[in-house]
């Protein structure tokens, strides 16, 4: 056998498929025993079934019987029960079942009737496929010991699930019996219905042997007086019994069926093939598509990725409904290629390993592929951009801009001050000036892939943890360059000639020192050198400082050490004023400027920020898109990129305190 392709499914893959063949139901002697079938349910040959593109051969030696118990139902329904087998076996290339009709339901009462009065039932037996092979076109293969030319598919490995009566067979080298044997004869009185002489039903297999059914009645015979046949008395009975036939028919059908009461009545339908047609188009049709594929939701499939990428539970359940969560726990463990395989919906793919570029193309050429692996990369994405510290947002004004040229930010200064209106009621203008500041947004990004030797590989949760960790990357872009900025003092933003810069020893955050400080932050002034009228709201620490920060903003009573002869106040006068902010980045020896005893007090950032992050469009978090792979990468390429722009902006209200620093080129160096 060669230029074959097999895709084994997973042990929790539920694909199933269902072949049919005719039975033969062998009614009950009398009332107390149970009605039996027996069937050939598969003789090893080419099948034609429905949801496959081309026929099916099962392997007899891959299929397995796991009981043999099995449940019988009527159209695959589960609430439509028959009975069970008693027998299921494989034996000189055939798979033979037999059992009882045991569920007392309308629907097991109506296979046994209608069986037994001739109707050629048919099964459909379903079984999970664990393991197919796809044989193409010009490859043969040989199974249960013959030979088949392809394309075809080979069922290597299956288990026999159900048996259902149905009414059209796959299989057409299937043969069936039907038998009605009495022990004795019925007891009860002859119903009409019976009274009528059995159909010649040319449904019947010419080699089923029938048991001899009751004897026609004779029709009686109206004498004359004389004794001779009166004809005319002859036409009436012909013309009565003809009557009660069309009658009956009428009866059976109910108005319910009309096409087959005129059917019936035109071609001289006896009462009984009436009511196995009115049987047969009563009951529910048999479902259309006798394969069943996992559900194609995109949902699903997304949360099989993220729970491979070890997503937390609480994150997915707050994320999804409980039947998509139980859908993609089914799915656990499946890898790349059958995970892409499976979205695609395709059953006829290449194997990858044989022809990757092939395998590529037909699963990225469906609409439904390129567009969940993306959205699992979003959600990887942002994942990941939020595990990163983001202590930045409280400290900074989150803004806009709608392209990448610099922009202009103004901040309105000047003198509002009312002024007492003289005697001739005159109103003065107030003095309007501006202040400028500039902001600009770059993008920021990095190119991922889905490489052939991931999917060789086959590890989906290795796939889905690269757009995280690109994520965690962006977050780590923008606050590198939040931090950097603010830690590089760029253009001598926190200095004394701005007056918002302090060091020395009495700047050691405590009560005094904070004081101290809150003081400078209230005595800043416009430029017309009146008061600015704004008090602070953060208090920005390295992670040093933050236990000391939090007890400073949280303790009502002080512990502080006295100076000799000097009383220090028992109570916190600082107690919740203001809002303790850390960053790990303000004391990491790889930013310059960085310090563990520097700390900062700021004003809210959307009143005047000290520091502005821009992002384009408004945008904040990364974006992931799929792009063509390049020549010379084989596999799919996607792209992570942020858009963002950070920028100083107002210098007045920072206030930098620092313990014994001074400055140095623009550098924050620590006196030893």
């Not at 097999?6 to 498929?17: E, N, V, Y």
């Not at 499939?301 to 993220?306: D, H, Q, T």
């Not at 469906?366 to 567009?371: C, V």
């Not at 253009?491 to 400078?520: C, M, Q, R, W």
Request: hydrophobic content about 40%; aromatic content about 6%.
């Amino acid at each position: 056998m060669k230029n074959s392709s097999q895709r084994p499914a997973s042990s929790g893959q539920q694909t199933h498929f269902r072949f049919e063949c005719p039975i033969s139901i062998e009614a009950a002697g009398d009332n107390k025993e149970v009605p039996h079938f027996s069937m050939v349910a598969y003789t090893g040959g080419m099948m034609k079934i429905a949801g496959f593109m081309h026929p099916v051969v099962v392997d007899l030696e891959g299929i397995s019987i796991d009981r043999q118990n099995i449940p019988i139902r009527l159209d695959h329904n589960p609430k439509q029960g028959v009975g069970h087998t008693d027998r299921v076996v494989i034996e000189n290339g055939q798979i033979l079942a037999d059992g009882l009709i045991s569920r007392d339901t309308s629907w097991a009462r109506d296979v046994a009737k209608s069986g037994s009065r001739g109707f050629p039932w048919q099964a459909s037996i379903g079984a999970d496929i664990l393991a197919a092979e796809f044989i193409p076109n010009g490859s043969t293969v040989t199974v249960n010991g013959r030979s088949f030319d392809g394309p075809l598919y080979v069922i290597r490995q299956s288990i026999l699930k159900e048996i259902s009566f149905v009414d059209n067979g796959a299989d057409t080298q299937t043969t069936a019996t039907v038998a009605a044997h009495q022990a004795e004869p019925a007891k009860q009185p002859v119903t009409p219905l019976s009274e009528k002489e059995p159909p010649m039903d040319e449904t019947k297999d010419k080699h089923t042997p029938e048991t001899p059914a009751d004897p026609p009645q004779t029709p009686q015979k109206i004498e004359a007086a004389s004794g001779v046949d009166d004809p005319v008395l002859q036409m009436r009975q012909r013309v009565a019994d003809e009557t009660r036939r069309i009658q009956a028919i009428r009866t059976v059908c109910d108005g319910k069926h009309t096409d087959i009461e005129a059917k019936a009545i035109v071609e001289g339908w006896d009462t009984t093939r009436c009511e196995l047609e009115v049987l047969r188009a009563s009951r529910p049709a048999a479902p259309a598509a006798h394969v069943r594929h996992q559900s194609g939701d995109p949902k699903v499939f997304e949360a099989v990725a993220l729970m491979a990428a070890g997503v937390a539970d609480a994150r997915m359940q707050a994320s999804y409904d409980a039947p998509t969560l139980e859908a993609a726990d089914r799915l656990r463990g499946i890898g790349i290629q059958e995970y892409c395989e499976r979205i695609s919906g395709a059953s006829h793919f290449p194997r990858f390993r044989r022809d990757a570029s092939g395998w590529l193309q037909a699963a990225f050429s469906t609409a439904s592929l390129p567009g969940i692996l993306s959205n699992v990369a979003n959600k990887m994405l942002l994942e990941g951009y939020n595990y990163i510290e983001d202590a930045w947002r409280r400290v900074c004004k989150i803004a806009s801009v709608n392209d990448f040229k610099e922009h202009t930010r103004y901040r309105m200064t000047g003198s509002f001050t009312f002024e007492k209106v003289g005697a001739d009621g005159e109103l003065k203008h107030g003095k309007l000036d501006e202040m400028k500041f500039g902001q600009k947004a770059d993008t920021h990004g990095i190119m991922f892939a889905l490489t052939r030797q991931m999917i060789i590989n086959d590890d989906l949760g290795a796939f889905a943890d690269i757009p995280r960790s690109i994520g965690m990357g962006a977050a780590e872009a923008i606050a590198d360059a939040v931090w950097g900025l603010l830690l590089s003092n760029p253009n001598d933003f926190f200095s004394l000639a701005h007056k918002n810069y302090k060091d020395g020893a009495d700047t050691v955050l405590s009560v005094d020192g904070l004081t101290l400080a809150e003081i400078l932050f209230s005595e800043q002034t416009k430029p017309n050198g009146r008061p600015l009228g704004i008090t602070p709201s953060l208090l920005l620490v390295p992670t040093a400082l933050k236990v000391a920060a939090q007890l400073l903003m949280t303790s009502v009573l002080l512990n502080e050490t006295t100076t000799a002869n000097k009383g220090k106040p028992a109570n916190n006068p600082h107690v919740g004023k203001l809002e303790v902010v850390s960053s790990a980045y303000l004391s990491n020896p790889s930013f310059a400027g960085a310090s563990s005893k520097a700390w900062y007090l700021l004003a809210d950032p959307n009143r005047i920020p000290a520091i502005e992050v821009a992002f384009l469009n408004g945008v904040d978090r990364p974006t992931v898109e799929k792009t063509d792979a390049d020549f010379n990468t084989l596999g799919i390429q996607f792209r992570g990129y942020i858009d963002f722009g950070v920028r100083e902006q107002d210098s007045c209200l920072p206030q930098l305190q620092k313990r014994k620093f001074r400055w140095f080129k623009r550098k924050i160096e620590e006196v030893k």
